[in-house]
């Protein structure tokens, strides 16, 4: 199944900027459509609801006047991010604001509505819905979404267990429509290679904290810089489902990386106030395994570039590799 038009026909490359918790805001959004890969947001980052609207007007705005400016080189769609769990107390709010600015693509998380599908294809929208199994992406593509963002082992935030090779082999054996993978992807190779494997897109997040449109504090952005995927911790203590973080986040506030506690999945919160226990832990930060490949903190023009360089290099170095060993027969090992 071709990708939907807006995804198909706008990026400069075929990446996704997840929705990243408290850093993903309009400068943010806004820098990597002008790159040329989708951009997004999660609604609840915008507090109150009023700056919502702002957010969306100055988003839409800016990119068509960035179009008008460029028609050889149009923006990319951005997307916005809806909790669907039962605690988000603004999920209807928020979801009127999207149609009201007809955004061009929603990413539905923890959970699939049927109601918030079909609102989003009223006013010609694409839904996204994260998975990290077959199961839940069975009942989300049974709801509606028209595409999956399989978050693998590795990613940021939350994230699954399974392995990106088997969690793509699985849904690819019954879907044939928008795959976005997520797991450790921070190079243009590594684009590639989920092409490779049977998605259309790549999902990447914990690469654009380093930036310098993103709304994280300059701690937080050197760590990625100065830290790898051993530094990655895989816990559900913090939010009630399992995430990846970095280590020395958890280790400055007097945790155990090595032994944290287990907390129950039901004190989710992800209401328009959020609850104390999320704000006390402000300032453990979510990362994923792939920030080896982040070497300094740049503008996401910067970065979105690189990508683009590293991935038609390794399109090349891939199609070297096949001419070499095409019509070889390989041999088992030791033979």
């Known amino acids: ?49 009023s700056q919502l609207d702002e957010w969306l007007a100055r988003i839409t705005e800016e990119l068509a006047a960035w179009d008008r400016a460029h028609p050889e080189a149009p923006s990319a769609p951005f997307a916005v991010n809806q909790i669907v769990h039962k605690t988000n107390d603004r999920l ?11 955004a ?35 009942k989300a593509i049974e709801k509606g979404a028209d595409g999956l963002i399989p978050v693998a082992a590795g990613a940021g935030g ?4 399974l392995s990106p090779f088997a969690l793509i082999q699985e849904l690819r054996a019954w879907f044939d429509g928008p795959i976005a993978l997520s797991g450790a992807i921070a190079n243009g190779a590594a684009v590639l290679a989920a092409q490779a494997m049977g998605a ?26 100065e830290h790898g995927a ?27 990386p090595d032994d944290l506690p287990t907390a129950d999945p039901s004190k989710m919160n992800f209401g328009s106030g959020g609850n104390q226990k999320a704000k006390a832990w402000r300032d453990i930060w979510g990362c994923g395994q792939g920030i080896g490949a982040v070497q300094a903190v740049e ?8 990508l683009a360089e590293e991935y038609e290099t390794a399109k090349v170095a891939l199609a070297a590799r096949t001419a070499l060993t095409s019509g070889r027969v390989f041999a088992p090992a030791g033979v």
């Open 299 to 306: 503008s996401v023009a910067v970065r979105v570039a690189r």
């Open 200 to 225: 259309d897109l790549a999902y990447i997040g914990s690469a654009f904290i380093a930036t310098e449109e993103a709304n994280a504090v300059e701690g937080y952005k050197q760590m990625i810089v």
């Open 92 to 102: 209807e709010a928020d979801v009127e604001l999207c149609a009201k600015y007809k």
């Open 230 to 256: 051993e530094d990655i911790v895989y816990t559900n203590l913090f939010t009630g489902v399992h995430g990846n973080y970095l280590r020395p986040s958890i280790e400055r506030a007097g945790l155990d």
């Open 1 to 49: 199944m071709a990708l939907p038009p807006v995804l198909r026909d706008r990026l400069r490359l075929p990446v996704i900027a997840s929705p990243l918790f408290i850093i993903s805001g309009p400068d943010l959004v806004i820098a990597q459509c002008k790159a040329g890969i989708v951009g997004s947001f999660p609604s609840l980052n915008a507090r109150p609801l």
């Open 158 to 161: 939350h994230a699954g267990r």
């Open 104 to 138: 061009p693509v929603v990413i539905t998380s923890l959970g699939a509505r049927t109601d918030v599908n079909d609102a989003v294809h009223a006013w010609g929208g694409v839904v996204l819905h994260d998975v990290i199994n077959s199961a839940f992406a069975r």
